[in-house]
């Protein structure tokens, strides 16, 4: 069984579209995360949420929403695409919030036209 | 805020031995980590110190020194699936967080 899972794996759009990206942990961990990965390779924070509740909310554009039904799930939707937002989007777990190793989903590869 | 650095690249042979240094500035250290990623793959977790000193895991190892801000890890017999990039990580205690550092690409030759 995969232990980060995310969906889709590649992602095609148009500018202005709107599109998510789900995520699903089955380790039973309290802390979810979604990084960006940038062409530079780059992995920058996007944010945290611990139990549900969100920890950390970087300056990333409100065009961004993290979405947590429960302690398993970390959603991403993205409004308004735009050319920049191409990058590769991992979502990762830890056991708590503030200790432990990061477990990274196999990431989602967006590209916007 | 961190400040997280390390090489951008570096070149080593099949057989040999690579250090790959970084060094950090957080004003809440709680965890310094290293991590492999193959090209096209997700991060995966290679070592963790959060005291001063060395550790080791077979062929990696990692140092640290907190009063520095300097970590290295050390990679030992190197094969050629050794090549990939290399990360750095801090976790801070004021903010919970891992940052990573832009990491380290290896290329090993035969």
């Known amino acids: 069984d995969t232990a980060v899972s995310q969906t889709p794996k590649y992602l095609v759009t ?4 709107d599109k998510s990206i789900k995520c699903e942990q089955n380790l039973g961990h309290d802390t979810m995360y979604w990084y960006k990965q940038d062409s530079k390779k780059f992995l920058k924070i996007m944010f945290s949420y611990n139990n549900k509740e969100l920890i950390i909310n970087e300056t990333v554009p409100n065009r961004f929403s993290p979405k947590s ?3 398993a799930h970390l959603n991403l939707h993205i409004n308004s695409l735009e050319l920049g937002d191409s990058a590769v989007y991992f979502c990762a777990s830890s056991q708590y919030l503030d200790t432990g190793e990061l ?3 196999e990431g989602s590869r967006l590209t916007v036209l | 805020g961190q400040n997280i650095d390390q090489p951008t690249e570096m070149t080593a042979t099949e057989g040999a031995i690579v250090q790959i240094n970084c060094t ?3 004003s809440g250290f709680n965890g310094l980590f290293w991590y492999q990623q193959h090209a096209g793959e997700a991060p995966t977790f290679l070592s963790y110190n959060v005291l001063d000193g060395l550790e080791e895991k077979g062929r990696f190892s ?4 907190r009063s520095k801000g300097y970590s290295y890890l050390l990679l030992k017999e190197l094969q050629m699936k050794d090549s990939a990039s290399y990360l750095c990580a801090v976790r801070d205690r004021n903010n919970n967080d891992m940052r990573f550092g832009a990491g380290t690409r290896l290329t090993v030759k035969p």
């Open chain 1, 103 to 105: 477990f990274f989903g």
């Open chain 1, 14 to 17: 148009q500018m202005g579209n």
């Open chain 1, 69 to 71: 039904p429960d302690k």
């Open chain 2, 62 to 65: 990692s140092f640290l020194s």
């Open chain 2, 24 to 26: 950090y500035q957080t």
